[in-house]
């Protein structure tokens, strides 16, 4: 069965479709919730869904830079933005930034039943497409030590612009689940934290090495699109701010 993460700031909406998803639409399942965007991001990190459902208004982290992190991140992870903001701003940058569809609150079901219904149907066709490719892939595709070795350069090469898993699979040649089953780094680290490395080690020297430099400049110089992400990024990594860092140091 699909599994589904709530996102969702309000108690009450975040409960209500964490018991509700299954009987609204009976190919879903909730299988996590999350009170914002940081928190979601980090479950994201150790868990892998189908779909985010996530409202666009939140403390810390809100739905749209969500989106960013799931774009970058988890690219077949559909999202669906529920929003009590009936702003066509907000709706206009939620498409562009690729979700499956946008609801606004009140909630109706018939609509997001309609959704979800779409999402199953499309989530069998891609599995069902992976399944052969990854077939085709073990069969004749080169061994898994070169692919790797050749991922890890392309990423090395790239890794300051934004990147997804998709991107660098679509360069190799192969899918993006298979890549993601077969990478890890020199430290057994997972395309994820691999690239999160390399862009925190980047950022850490760019920032001492130029005190002028906006922290935002430098979030965009080493691949993130949202800078409030970054200094969330950042300060998980190091323990401390940009800003902190860049007054400490590294060696302090």
């Not at 639409?25 to 919730?33: E, I, L, V």
């Not at 018939?110 to 077939?135: F, H, P, W």
């Not at 192969?174 to 430290?187: E, G, I």
């Amino acid at each position: 069965m699909p599994k589904a993460l709530i996102v969702e700031d309000e108690p009450l909406m975040r409960e209500y479709l964490w018991k509700n998803l299954e009987r609204i639409h009976s190919a879903w399942k909730a299988s996590a919730c999350a009170k914002d965007g940081l928190e979601a991001i980090e479950i994201l990190r150790h868990h892998v869904f189908d779909l985010v459902i996530t409202d666009i208004r939140m403390p810390r982290c809100d739905g749209l830079e969500l989106v960013s992190y799931i774009n970058e991140n988890c690219p077949k992870t559909k999202v669906v933005i529920i929003s009590g903001h009936d702003e066509f701003e907000y709706a206009r940058s939620a498409l562009q930034k690729g979700v499956s569809d946008y609801l606004l609150k009140p909630l109706e079901e018939k609509a997001l039943n309609s959704i979800l219904g779409r999402l199953a149907s499309n989530l069998d066709m891609t599995m069902d497409d992976d399944v052969d490719e990854i077939a085709t892939q073990e069969q004749c595709s080169e061994p898994p030590s070169l692919l790797i070795e050749r991922a890890r350069i392309f990423i090395r090469e790239n890794y300051t612009n934004p990147l997804t898993l998709n991107d660098v699979a679509q360069a190799l040649g192969v899918s993006p689940s298979y890549l993601s089953s077969v990478f890890k780094s020199d430290r057994g680290e997972t395309y994820t934290k691999y690239i999160l490395r390399l862009r925190m080690e980047r950022a850490a020297q760019l920032l001492v090495s130029y005190k002028a430099g906006k922290v935002g400049d430098i979030a965009q110089e080493v691949g993130f699109t949202s800078t409030k992400y970054f200094d969330s990024a950042f300060k998980k990594y190091f323990g401390m701010t940009p800003n902190e860092y860049r007054q400490i140091g590294p060696n302090n």
